[in-house]
């Protein structure tokens, strides 16, 4: 069994990885903010994570627990002036802080190894290890969506004038899912550094925050599962469309624009919807909506 | 007897005076009518008690909470809850979703529980639920519980509404144009409905915001008249519409307006 999966294990951590990634950037899209700072949160987890146990000496799971502590002290920090803003504004912000983390993981050579990347960090993390913390993570976001927060955080993005008005205080909010964000990408960050030997400044940049964006669209937005599904999808198809060589990334692009124009709540989540619309159907529940009454 | 009292509350945007100040009181047990023309300012009063605009003059307290400075969140917490005049739903959310929001208040869970579903938290979101299924029935939408909000008829979406603001608990109740668009048969029902949260229990105080003035007429315990930002009449229904300025203002010469 593990003989078949072994020349794939690879792929797998780009999986889990990605998706922990992913889950990072769904929940700030769950509670109603349009913030792309996961990977600069990401960035920072994963280079004290990797500065710790490579520098100081530090027990690898303890560089990433510190790296996820940080993760979440800069989502609390970025929170800050995030919840003044609204829409796009809190994209390029967001945008703004990740150039920023990248422009000082570049220029403090000597810390972070600059423009030549950080080297020489152990393989501590399995695929296992790896597989245990995306099922962690996925386990929480879902625990944490069935009871108030998720109901907060549901009403904050949908009005939250009217989230406000029922006794929901957004800012409150606002500044837990940028915590929960901080600490998922830093957690992943962590993890990353620790399977992938080096680390470069430039992967944070546009290649982990437009892989993120676009799982969590390809996937779906609302749902836990949806991230993975998404993730999944991306890392496969180039595999798939190998043979098309030259033509893959066309086919990603064309891939990414049918799905947002068909399926506009993402793969998973779609299927969800139309599941349950056909359960309400099938329980007599769904008349004509408009003559209802 | 805690009533919300309104002390010389005034509203100006830049230079324009958009409500002069003055006095209100909503009383527990009553259903306080606030009725005027188009453009008047009466859902401005709503928005200056609610925490979406601030004061520019005057004071509001209920019982011995000042609410002058509060936010909404704020105002919510006290046990203020309102619906709007164009109705605000959670579209994509189902009804018992939608209804389930307006128990926040009463969420005592810690963030801890919360965050990993604890029993507590599980506890309460089922005791939640159990209380909006009562709201549904007490409405007859029970049928409706998992139907997406949006996907419902007009008079059906501003039930939600309703319910919604009921989850709250709330000791004060602000209801904008509650039966605008809705037929007069199911009108009156929702009437009696309010007449029944005034004075069940405890009792609410509800302040009801009216075009319609037949519906104003038969519910209202007190009535204000608001007209281009200005008070212009007050006391009981009958006296109200028999009022020369009123009817010069609101009515204008149609009788049956």
């Known amino acids: 069994m593990m003989n078949f999966f072994a020349p794939h294990l690879p792929l797998l951590d780009l999986i889990f990885v990605g998706t922990g990634y992913a889950l990072s950037q769904a929940i700030v899209f769950r509670a109603g903010t349009f913030s792309v700072a996961t990977s600069g949160f990401a960035a920072v987890g994963a280079y004290a994570a990797a500065i710790l146990t490579v520098k100081h000496g530090f027990h690898p799971a303890a560089g990433v627990a510190v790296g996820t502590l940080l993760g979440l002290l800069c989502g609390l920090l970025l929170s800050v002036p995030l919840a003044r803003l609204r829409g796009v504004y809190q994209a390029i912000a967001s945008l703004a802080f990740v150039e920023i983390v990248v422009a000082f993981i570049l220029f403090f050579e000597e810390l972070t190894g600059g423009p030549l990347g950080f080297h020489n960090i152990p393989r501590a993390a399995t695929t296992w290890t790896l597989f245990l913390a995306m099922l962690a993570t996925m386990a929480l976001l879902i625990l944490l969506g069935k009871g108030g927060i998720g109901r907060a955080f549901d009403a904050i993005r949908q009005d939250p004038p009217v989230a406000a008005s029922l006794g929901v205080n957004p800012t409150k909010y606002h500044v837990l899912s940028f915590a929960l964000s901080g600490a998922i990408a830093g957690l992943f960050g962590g993890l990353d550094a620790m399977r992938n030997f080096s680390l470069t400044a430039e992967q944070f940049g546009f290649a982990i925050l437009i892989g993120t964006l676009s799982a969590v669209v390809l996937g779906g937005r609302r749902s836990v599962m949806g991230p993975l599904v998404g993730t999944t999808i991306l890392v496969l198809l180039p595999e798939i469309f190998r043979p098309l060589a030259d033509y893959r990334q066309a086919i990603y692009g064309l891939l990414l624009v049918v799905v947002m124009a068909f399926l506009p709540f993402g793969v998973y989540d779609t299927i969800i919807m139309k599941l349950h619309n056909r359960r309400l159907a099938r329980a007599g529940m769904l008349l004509p909506p408009k003559a209802a009454s | ?257």
């Open chain 2, 1 to 257: 007897m805690s009533s919300l009292v309104l002390t010389g509350v005034g509203k100006r945007f830049g230079g324009l005076q958009a409500v002069s100040p003055f006095d209100m009181e909503i009383a527990r047990g009553k259903i306080t009518g606030l009725i005027g023309p188009n453009g008047a300012g009466k859902t401005t009063v709503v928005n200056l008690i609610t925490g979406v605009y601030k004061l520019s003059q005057g004071s509001i307290r209920f019982g011995d909470i000042d609410l002058t400075e509060a936010t909404r969140h704020e105002v919510a917490r006290a046990g203020l809850a309102r619906t709007y005049q164009t109705i605000r739903l959670l579209p994509d959310a189902t009804v018992v979703a939608n209804v389930m929001i307006g128990m926040y208040r009463h969420q005592r869970a810690s963030l801890l529980s919360q965050l990993f579903a604890l029993p507590s938290s599980r506890a309460e979101t089922a005791r939640f639920r159990d209380e909006v299924f009562h709201l549904l029935e007490r409405f007859g939408m029970t049928r409706y519980a998992e139907y997406p909000a949006g996907a419902l008829s007009y008079g059906d979406q501003r039930r939600v509404e309703m319910m919604r603001a009921l989850a709250l608990k709330p000791e004060v109740l602000l209801l904008d144009e509650p039966v605008a668009g809705i037929n007069e048969v199911e009108a009156a029902k929702l009437g009696d409905i309010f007449r029944a949260l005034a004075t069940e229990g405890k009792g609410m105080a509800v302040l009801l915001i009216e075009h319609n003035m037949r519906f104003v007429t038969n519910l209202c315990d007190y009535v204000y008249v608001l007209d281009s930002g200005t008070l212009i009449s007050q006391g009981s229904a009958e006296q109200v519409v028999n009022d020369p300025v009123v009817v010069k203002a609101y009515l204008g010469d149609d009788e049956d307006a």
